[in-house]
C-alpha cells in the first residue's frame, strides 16, 4: 500500500494511505446555498458559501479519479420531526424554522428539493449518502459502520458550514480515531472570520482536531497516490510474471529432467 502526503498541510505534513481515505462532503444542499433559499431567509450571503462549490467539483472529480470514495452527507428532519428535538426546532425565526414551508420546500425536510444536493455536486451511482439529523455526520447516522466497513482511517473532509457542521464532524471524527485533514478553500461560512478562525481552531495546537490544506495540495497528493499505486502494481505485475517466468523456466528444467527420466535406454537383451 502507498502513502502520499499533504507536504504542505497545517501543521505538519499529512499522510493520505491509499484504500484507507474517504472524501467527506459535508450538507452541500440547496437549502444553505441557492440563492432566495432558506440560508439567505435568514440573512446570510450565500455567496460566501457558493464559492466553495467550483474548488470542490475539481476536488470530487480528482477524488473519483483517484478511487478515493466520496461520502456525502445531507442535514435533515423526517416529515414528522420526530427526529428533531425541541432544543433544535425552536431556534431561529418564527416562521423559517425547521419544517416550515421555504421557497424549495419545507425546510430540512428529508425528500424536499432544498434538502437535497445541489446540482453541481450531485453524487454519483454508488456514492454513499448519509442523513444526519444533528450537526455532526457520526450522530445518529451509520457512517462509522460504512468507513469500517470500506477500511477507511483518514478523511479529507470538505462542505458547509465550516464552523457548524464541518467542525461538529470533526471533532467527532477526531474523538473516533480518523485522521482529518479540512479541506481550506473546499470548506463555507456564511461569515469571514468564523472561516477563518474555524480553520485555525482545527490546525491549532499540533492539530487539536486535525490538519487544513487547500485543495491544490490536496490534489496533488491524490495523483502522487496514484501514481505511486500504478508503479507498485506494474512492479506487482513484473515480480509475478518474472515469478511465472521462473516458474516456467522450473517446469521446463523438471520437464526435461523429466524427459531425461522417461529416456530408458532400451536394455540390449542381445
Ligand atoms: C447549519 C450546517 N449551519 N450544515 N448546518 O445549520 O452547518
Known amino acids: 500500500?502507498?502513502?502520499?502526503?499533504?507536504?504542505?498541510?497545517?501543521?505538519?505534513?499529512?499522510?493520505?494511505?491509499?484504500?484507507?481515505?474517504?472524501?467527506?462532503?459535508?450538507?452541500?444542499?440547496?437549502?444553505?446555498?441557492?440563492?432566495?433559499?432558506?440560508?439567505?431567509?435568514l440573512g446570510n450571503d450565500v455567496g460566501m458559501l457558493r464559492g466553495v462549490i467550483e474548488p470542490l467539483m475539481t476536488l470530487i472529480a480528482a477524488a473519483r479519479e483517484s478511487g478515493v470514495p466520496v461520502i456525502h452527507t445531507r442535514e435533515g428532519h423526517l416529515?414528522?420531526?420526530?427526529?428533531?428535538?425541541?432544543?433544535?426546532?425552536?431556534?431561529?425565526?418564527?416562521?423559517q424554522r425547521i419544517g416550515d414551508p421555504g421557497a424549495f420546500g419545507r425546510i430540512l425536510i428529508r425528500g424536499e428539493y432544498g434538502h437535497d444536493i445541489i446540482d453541481?455536486?450531485?453524487p454519483v451511482e454508488g456514492e454513499t449518502i448519509i442523513d444526519k439529523p444533528g450537526k455532526g455526520a457520526f450522530y445518529a447516522t451509520e457512517l462509522t459502520e460504512v468507513l469500517e466497513a470500506a477500511g477507511i482511517t483518514t478523511l479529507l473532509?470538505?462542505?458547509?458550514?465550516?464552523?457548524?457542521?464541518?467542525?461538529?464532524?470533526?471533532?467527532?471524527?477526531?474523538?473516533?480515531?480518523?485522521e482529518c485533514l479540512v479541506v481550506s478553500d473546499c470548506v463555507g461560512s456564511y461569515f469571514p472570520e468564523f472561516q477563518r478562525v474555524g480553520l485555525d481552531m482545527i490546525a491549532a495546537q499540533g492539530?487539536?482536531?486535525g490538519w487544513t490544506a487547500p485543495s491544490e495540495s490536496v490534489i496533488t497528493a491524490l495523483r502522487q497516490g496514484q501514481g505511486q499505486e500504478r508503479s507498485l502494481r506494474s512492479d506487482q505485475g513484473q515480480e509475478r510474471s518474472l515469478r511465472s517466468d521462473q516458474g516456467q523456466e522450473r517446469s521446463l528444467r523438471s520437464d526435461q529432467s523429466d524427459q531425461s527420466d522417461e529416456f530408458v535406454p532400451v536394455p540390449s537383451s542381445r
Open 1 to 41: 500500500m502507498s502513502t502520499a502526503s499533504v507536504s504542505d498541510a497545517s501543521p505538519t505534513p499529512f499522510a493520505v494511505p491509499a484504500g484507507k481515505t474517504a472524501l467527506l462532503v459535508i450538507d452541500m444542499q440547496r437549502d444553505f446555498l441557492l440563492p432566495g433559499g432558506f440560508g439567505e431567509s
Open 207 to 209: 492539530g487539536i482536531f
Open 157 to 178: 473532509v470538505t462542505g458547509v458550514t465550516t464552523e457548524v457542521c464541518v467542525h461538529t464532524s470533526v471533532r467527532e471524527a477526531n474523538d473516533r480515531g480518523y
Open 79 to 95: 416529515p414528522d420531526l420526530s427526529d428533531c428535538p425541541p432544543a433544535k426546532l425552536n431556534r431561529g425565526a418564527p416562521s
Open 120 to 122: 453541481e455536486l450531485a
